[in-house]
């Protein structure tokens, strides 16, 4: 190989995702076997027997400077998505993707867990009737489910499980039975409480509120109400605020919604 061709060698871009292919050897390979099986035996899966889940490796996840790596991620197919996917006879509606690195590395307690976790994050989006709603184009739609509980290790190491567990199940609680933003005391914080007050709330980074910044929601109570008023949708017409985003700003607006009922 020659000096040139080894340089364009060296500056080709990485390709960090790959879709697993489900069957091996003529065998359901491992990740799906056991996506399948969950997806079969457990009942609050059981709405996902009708969606397409397409399971891919993604190799190139690291670290953060916090020690946290990355074993999974969920992702609901946009409609863009669906459309190319039609087109060529491969639609989906999510993208389970694994950490290839780390993943040999699990149980095969640990792995079912990880793909129980991802499971957990798709759900159906339902109408309020209860049913499942349904696109122009008679297929069902989909929504990503945010985490209930949410703790640091540091918390969890000084007060124990159970106390964590008890402190996230009373904010869960208050969320849907008090009003967002109370009216006296906290309201008034609330009130004038800027965006910017999510930033580092469940990993919200600098883009992110500029972009919240930029669509004119200047403050958690704005966001929040439009988040109430738009129920799954609600970043549907805001600018670079995806659905994965859309799950870790809500996430946000629920921690501090969780901390003013508590005060």
């Given amino acids: ?13 990485a390709v960090k995702v ?11 390979v491992a990740p799906y076997k056991v996506m399948e099986s969950l997806i079969e035996e457990e009942e609050d899966h059981a709405p996902l027997k009708l969606a397409t889940i397409l399971m891919c490796w993604h190799n190139g996840w690291q670290a953060d400077v ?3 790596l990355v074993l999974a991620k969920m992702k609901k ?3 863009l998505d669906r459309a190319i996917g039609s087109r060529f006879g491969d639609s989906y509606d999510f993208v389970m993707q694994l950490n290839e ?9 640990d792995k079912r867990m990880v793909i129980d976790h991802e499971l957990t994050h798709a759900a159906a989006d339902l109408d309020r009737d209860g049913e499942q709603k349904v696109d122009t184009r008679d297929r069902l739609c989909w ?12 918390i969890v190491d000084r007060y124990g499980v159970d106390k964590a567990l ?5 904010g869960i ?6 009003p967002l933003f109370p009216e006296g005391g906290n309201g008034e914080a609330i009130e004038g409480m800027s965006i910017e007050k999510l930033l580092g709330i469940g990993g919200v980074t600098e883009a992110q509120v500029r972009k919240l910044q930029e669509a004119g929601f200047d403050s958690v109570e704005k966001l929040a109400k439009h988040m109430d008023a738009s129920g799954t949708w609600w970043t549907r017409d805001i600018k670079g605020i995806g659905p994965e985003t859309g799950v870790a700003v809500a996430d946000a607006v629920a921690a501090v919604r969780t901390a003013v009922a508590a005060e």
């Fill in 143 to 154: 929504r990503l489910r945010r985490h209930e509980i949410q703790e640091f290790r540091s």
């Fill in 18 to 28: 790959r879709p697993i292919e489900r069957m091996h050897a003529g065998k359901i």
């Fill in 101 to 109: 690195k780390a993943w040999s590395s699990l149980s095969d307690d």
């Fill in 166 to 170: 008890n402190l996230n199940d009373r």
């Fill in 173 to 178: 609680k208050a969320s849907e039975s008090m």
């Fill in 1 to 13: 190989m020659g000096r040139a061709q080894s340089a364009v060698q060296e500056h080709r871009k």
């Fill in 77 to 79: 197919a946009s409609d």
């Fill in 66 to 68: 916090d020690g946290v």
